[in-house]
């Protein structure tokens, strides 16, 4: 019984250390973005000197949506179930929001690139939340001891 409590702890941290792996390019470019937006706006006082006008503040959400869910990434580095619940559920706002703005059968090779983003974000949270639920969930042998 103990061998088989002991591999599904071995999983478990497979899965938490491919989430974390998969996770941190996704964080490392989110903020290198934050930065330089930031940066633009301290330098040239404007976050996007080539922003067309009259841009509909809708087309502003979903970067916005997916900026919040990789930080859903970083918090599931320490709480996972947290994390992950944080990182699907602005995940899903903002394919709902695609789907609104850009039907999948509508032009799809254009729209591509916003679907695949959201599914490589998505993956991770999804890992974060498994791993939070198997690791809550320990037989009964393991919290005696």
């Known amino acids: 019984m103990?061998?088989?409590?002991?591999?599904?702890?071995?999983?478990?941290?497979?899965?938490?250390?491919?989430?974390?792996?998969?996770?941190?390019p996704i964080i490392a470019y989110s903020l290198m973005q934050l930065i330089g937006t930031v940066w633009n706006w301290v330098t040239i006082g404007t976050a996007d000197p080539?922003?067309?006008?009259?841009?509909?503040?809708?087309?502003?959400?979903?970067?916005?949506?997916?900026?919040l869910s990789v930080l859903g990434l970083g918090i599931a580095w320490r709480w996972e179930r947290l994390g992950g619940a944080i990182t699907l559920g602005f995940e899903l706002a903002v394919l709902s929001l695609l789907l609104m703005q850009r039907p999948i059968t509508q032009d799809y090779h254009r729209w591509a690139i916003p679907y695949s983003l959201s599914m490589v974000i998505v993956i991770p949270g999804i890992l974060f939340l498994v791993c939070g639920w198997r690791s809550r969930r320990r037989p009964a042998s393991q919290n005696s001891a």
């Open 2 to 24: 103990t061998g088989f409590s002991n591999t599904g702890d071995r999983a478990t941290k497979r899965m938490r250390r491919i989430a974390r792996i998969w996770s941190v």
């Open 50 to 67: 080539y922003a067309v006008e009259g841009y509909p503040p809708s087309e502003a959400l979903p970067p916005i949506l997916m900026f």
